[in-house]
């Protein structure tokens, strides 16, 4: 960059600044408000030339509605008798358009300290106006939508815990009114138990942690009832800063109980199914007692132990917290206890990683794996004592379920395909394996087989 000398007088240096300030009108003005110099901002800004405003009255630049008010001559006593005047108004450009200007009046003063004229500093905010007005109407629209939205509770508190804003929607389901809750801590709407278990402060954690944190529980409303809240909550920020949280609230108590009506009748009915399905299987054994040929009382034997494998599942889901998934270790783990307790030559190992799936996939299982190791008790080890492992491993979205035993083999005639075969009971697993969109790997191991099924946890 060129280097050029810097001026020698201290008037030049004014004189140059003034003159390279083009974003802002610098403009001098006598004691009668006659303008005595125009910078080249204020060329820039106002559309004037300076031969054109010099000796002319500073109010050309006020609108016509500030000159019949005297806004100028206000602004010069202000000046005057203050030592400056803030101003913030509409000026007129010379082709008559106009802007929304950010102004400073301020006395000028001789060496001795007498004043003898006025500067004016002006610049152009319309932006700046503009991105107010569209702020303003953002948060005014934000806050007709706040007001509107009564069927939700939405609300904010600071980092401590403190209610700083509350909708009407708050004000519907809890009760309080906002004079009422602003500054309290919003654990005053969590139950006392869930107050003492730092229910709020894992929300606000947790929110911080994941971005948000979804809750339903009891609330507890001004008059002391309850209603069952199901809930968002958000974190607020601020200039990059926490500044606190939102919290997005509905009154969810009618769904709650049908939901817990409906999964009441749906226990009833599991438990109603499994006495049913227990009386089926109760009438089996006793055909089979009476049976008079071996092979039908095996076949009704055969049928008991699946009906009753059946009736364990509802059984199980009938007492367990929730009625849609089960615990394959703890289920699988219970129903080969039972089936090594229906004989006294054999018995069960299981090694089964804890998972949960699909009730209705666990009945599938549960007959799979029923079926695998009745079959291995009785051609397996027809004539001997041994043991069948029962293992499970769980893997992403894939489990991996085993039966193996130590027994004689898979017989010469033995098909793993579908459409060979005359086993009732491969009939069976084959049939389940296809239901469970699973893949079967049948391995002759002599001595013991070892079936292998892959398959989805869910579908």
Partial sequence: MDRYPFPSDEAGIYRHMIESALDYAIISMDLDGTVATWSAGAENLFGYCANEVVG????????FEDQLAGAALKE???????????DNRWHVRKDGS??????????????????????????DRTRALQDDEALRASEERLQLILESAIDYAIFAFDRDGRVISWNTGACRIFGYEEREILGRDVGTLFLPTDREDGAPQREMKTALERGRAENERFHLRKDGSTFWGSGLTMPLRARHQRAGFLKVLRDDTERHFADEHQEIMMREMSHRIKNSLALVAGMLAMQARSAKQAEVGQALRDAEARVGTIAQVHDQLWRQPHIETVDLADFLSSLCQRLEQSTSRHAVSVDVDSCSVDADRAIQ??????????????????????????????????ICLEVADGGKGLPAEFSADENDGKSLGMKVVRALVQQLRAELQVEDRRPGTSFVIRLPRNI
């Fill in 365 to 398: 299982i549960a007959l799979l794996v029923n079926e695998l190791v009745t079959n291995a008790f009785k051609h397996a080890y027809s004539d001997t004592c041994g043991t069948v492992s029962v293992i499970a491993r769980s893997t992403g979205d894939e």
């Fill in 56 to 63: 002319q009255s500073g109010a050309v630049i006020f609108t």
């Fill in 76 to 86: 010069m006593r202000i000046a005057l008798a203050t030592g400056r005047a803030d």
């Fill in 98 to 123: 106009m802007f929304w200007a950010s102004g400073l009046m301020m006395p000028l003063r001789n060496d001795d300290g007498k004043i003898y004229g006025l500067m004016k500093i002006v610049r």
